[in-house]
Protein backbone atom coordinates (compact mmCIF):
# COMPACT_ATOMS: atom_id res chain seq x y z
CA UNK A 1 0.00 0.00 0.00
CA UNK A 2 2.55 2.34 1.21
CA UNK A 3 4.52 1.70 -2.40
CA UNK A 4 1.28 2.71 -4.31
CA UNK A 5 0.85 5.42 -2.15
CA UNK A 6 4.50 6.88 -2.96
CA UNK A 7 4.56 6.26 -6.69
CA UNK A 8 0.99 8.38 -6.92
CA UNK A 9 2.49 10.92 -5.07
CA UNK A 10 5.73 11.17 -7.32
CA UNK A 11 4.02 10.30 -10.53
CA UNK A 12 2.77 13.07 -11.76
CA UNK A 13 0.00 11.49 -14.56
CA UNK A 14 -3.09 10.90 -14.50
CA UNK A 15 -4.95 7.74 -13.15
CA UNK A 16 -5.87 5.34 -16.17
CA UNK A 17 -9.64 5.16 -16.05
CA UNK A 18 -10.31 8.61 -14.47
CA UNK A 19 -10.61 10.10 -10.63
CA UNK A 20 -13.51 7.37 -10.28
CA UNK A 21 -11.03 4.33 -11.14
CA UNK A 22 -8.11 6.05 -9.04
CA UNK A 23 -10.84 6.32 -5.59
CA UNK A 24 -12.01 2.37 -6.70
CA UNK A 25 -8.40 0.85 -6.58
CA UNK A 26 -7.20 3.23 -3.62
CA UNK A 27 -10.32 2.00 -1.71
CA UNK A 28 -9.81 -2.04 -2.85
CA UNK A 29 -6.11 -1.32 -1.65
CA UNK A 30 -7.07 -0.05 1.57
CA UNK A 31 -9.54 -2.64 2.45
CA UNK A 32 -7.10 -5.33 1.98
CA UNK A 33 -4.49 -3.72 3.98
CA UNK A 34 -6.74 -3.78 6.50
CA UNK A 35 -7.91 -7.39 5.82
CA UNK A 36 -4.47 -8.56 5.99
CA UNK A 37 -3.70 -6.88 9.65
CA UNK A 38 -6.80 -7.43 11.41
CA UNK A 39 -6.59 -11.05 9.91
CA UNK A 40 -2.39 -11.07 11.67
CA UNK A 41 -3.98 -8.99 15.26
CA UNK A 42 -6.52 -12.26 15.05
CA UNK A 43 -3.73 -14.68 15.01
CA UNK A 44 -1.65 -13.59 17.43
CA UNK A 45 -4.73 -14.43 19.49
CA UNK A 46 -4.29 -18.07 19.10
CA UNK A 47 -3.23 -20.48 21.69
CA UNK A 48 -1.28 -23.23 19.58
CA UNK A 49 0.05 -25.39 22.73
CA UNK A 50 -0.54 -29.26 23.05
CA UNK A 51 -2.79 -29.02 26.24
CA UNK A 52 -4.30 -25.84 28.17
CA UNK A 53 -6.40 -25.48 31.16
CA UNK A 54 -9.89 -23.90 30.59
CA UNK A 55 -11.62 -23.58 34.00
CA UNK A 56 -9.48 -25.95 35.93
CA UNK A 57 -10.31 -28.43 33.56
CA UNK A 58 -6.84 -29.91 31.35
CA UNK A 59 -8.13 -29.72 27.95
CA UNK A 60 -5.96 -31.16 24.30
CA UNK A 61 -5.44 -29.70 21.16
CA UNK A 62 -7.50 -31.94 18.81
CA UNK A 63 -7.57 -29.70 15.20
CA UNK A 64 -5.94 -27.09 13.67
CA UNK A 65 -6.97 -25.28 10.93
CA UNK A 66 -8.54 -22.43 9.31
CA UNK A 67 -11.24 -20.50 10.36
CA UNK A 68 -13.58 -17.44 8.03
CA UNK A 69 -14.33 -14.40 10.35
CA UNK A 70 -16.74 -11.51 9.24
CA UNK A 71 -14.49 -8.05 10.21
CA UNK A 72 -15.59 -4.89 9.67
CA UNK A 73 -13.31 -4.64 6.09
CA UNK A 74 -14.38 -8.04 5.10
CA UNK A 75 -13.23 -11.68 5.36
CA UNK A 76 -10.27 -13.12 6.74
CA UNK A 77 -8.66 -16.47 7.07
CA UNK A 78 -7.38 -17.33 10.06
CA UNK A 79 -5.16 -20.35 11.27
CA UNK A 80 -6.69 -21.36 15.09
CA UNK A 81 -6.36 -24.33 17.06
CA UNK A 82 -9.44 -26.14 19.26
CA UNK A 83 -9.32 -28.33 22.21
CA UNK A 84 -11.40 -30.37 24.10
CA UNK A 85 -11.57 -31.31 27.65
CA UNK A 86 -9.43 -34.39 28.21
CA UNK A 87 -11.48 -38.12 28.57
CA UNK A 88 -14.49 -36.13 27.05
CA UNK A 89 -16.04 -36.49 23.43
CA UNK A 90 -17.57 -32.89 24.12
CA UNK A 91 -17.90 -29.61 21.60
CA UNK A 92 -14.06 -28.50 21.38
CA UNK A 93 -12.87 -24.68 22.00
CA UNK A 94 -11.47 -22.16 20.42
CA UNK A 95 -9.60 -19.75 22.81
CA UNK A 96 -8.80 -17.43 19.53
CA UNK A 97 -12.27 -16.61 19.52
CA UNK A 98 -12.54 -15.89 23.15
CA UNK A 99 -9.70 -13.87 23.43
CA UNK A 100 -10.76 -11.95 20.57
CA UNK A 101 -14.20 -11.41 21.25
CA UNK A 102 -15.61 -12.82 18.16
CA UNK A 103 -19.56 -13.49 18.41
CA UNK A 104 -21.85 -16.20 17.25
CA UNK A 105 -18.77 -17.61 16.31
CA UNK A 106 -18.36 -15.90 13.27
CA UNK A 107 -17.98 -11.99 13.92
CA UNK A 108 -15.29 -9.97 15.14
CA UNK A 109 -17.24 -7.35 17.66
CA UNK A 110 -16.81 -3.96 15.49
CA UNK A 111 -18.78 -6.52 12.38
CA UNK A 112 -21.39 -7.50 14.77
CA UNK A 113 -21.97 -4.23 16.36
CA UNK A 114 -21.91 -2.72 12.62
CA UNK A 115 -24.98 -4.82 11.92
CA UNK A 116 -23.52 -7.39 9.70
CA UNK A 117 -25.28 -10.52 8.45
CA UNK A 118 -24.60 -13.79 7.19
Known amino acids: MLKFMDERRHSGREHEGGFEAFERE ?3 RFSEAEREFVGEE ?7 LPEIF ?3 VLHRRVISGY ?17 RA ?7 ECPLE ?16 MGYGR
Open 26 to 28: VRQ
Open 42 to 48: LARLDVS
Open 54 to 56: ISG
Open 67 to 83: GEYLTAAGPVRVLRHRY
Open 86 to 92: VGTNGQS
Open 98 to 113: WRAGIVEGFFTPLAAR
